[in-house]
């Protein structure tokens, strides 16, 4: 059974920084791409970044420059290194497994509020 | 960085068949077979319902169908049922810096 576990999340200042991680397991995590979306209270969906099975990076427009998506394929862990974080980039963050916005799995999220 | 559109409400009664579409431009939805649709309940992470146009992913009930017309694509659930009543959102990959794009949702009410 594929399962995928996000932790990290919490309440962080303007300007500070905070990394997620995403444990992945039932599933060669080597093979796949993975892609973090987040979701802001009462809001819809945004699709922040993705990392490819040979690491290579894709970002949105606004995180970029700011967060930095990597992977530890000996530990099955997935991160988002997050800097300068705003008030809008409070939000509820998911990982999820798949090539091409075919996401099949998703994590259970994780809360990261911005806040002074 | 432009959303998707979607409608932002659809209902129907059980049993009926509805559409929620989704429009964007040649640069994604139109440019792309990549097109896949999530249902979302309440407090919960979202379920794939439909890849890459028209797929439906194993244990998906083939109530749902998606398809796509030029900068349109749309999902269609037929036998409404109450568990359907859900957010639904499309997905398209998008040949920007920003390469994926989210629809901007549509709340499905089952009357």
């Known amino acids: 059974e594929v399962q995928l576990l996000e932790s990290g999340g919490g309440l962080v200042q303007p300007g500070g920084s905070l990394r997620l991680s995403c444990a992945a397991s039932g599933f060669t995590f080597n093979t796949y791409a993975m892609t973090w979306v987040r979701q802001a209270p009462g809001k819809g969906l945004e699709w922040v970044s993705l990392i490819g099975s040979t690491s290579n990076t894709y970002y949105a427009d606004s995180v970029k420059g700011r967060f930095t998506i990597s992977r530890d394929n000996s530990k099955n862990t997935l991160y988002l290194q997050m800097n300068s974080l705003r008030a809008e980039d409070t939000a509820v963050y998911y990982c999820?497994?798949?090539?091409?916005?075919?996401?099949?799995?998703w994590g259970q999220g994780t809360l990261v509020t911005v806040s002074s | 960085q432009s959303a998707l559109t979607q409608p932002a409400s659809v209902s129907g009664s059980p049993g009926q068949s509805i559409t929620i579409s989704c429009t964007g431009t040649?640069?994604?939805?139109?440019?792309?077979?990549?097109v896949s649709w999530y249902q979302q309940h309440p407090g919960k992470a979202p379920k794939l319902m439909i890849y890459?146009?028209?797929n439906r992913p194993s244990g998906v009930s083939n109530r749902f169908s998606g398809s796509k017309s030029g900068d349109t694509a749309s999902l269609t659930i037929s036998g409404l049922q109450a568990e359907d009543e859900a957010d639904y959102y499309c997905n398209s990959y998008r040949s920007s810096s920003t390469r994926y794009v989210f629809g901007t949702g549509t709340k499905v009410t089952v009357l």
């Open positions: 999820a497994k798949g090539p091409k916005g075919s996401w099949d799995s």
């Open positions: 890459e146009v028209s």
């Open positions: 040649s640069s994604d939805v139109g440019g792309y077979n990549y």
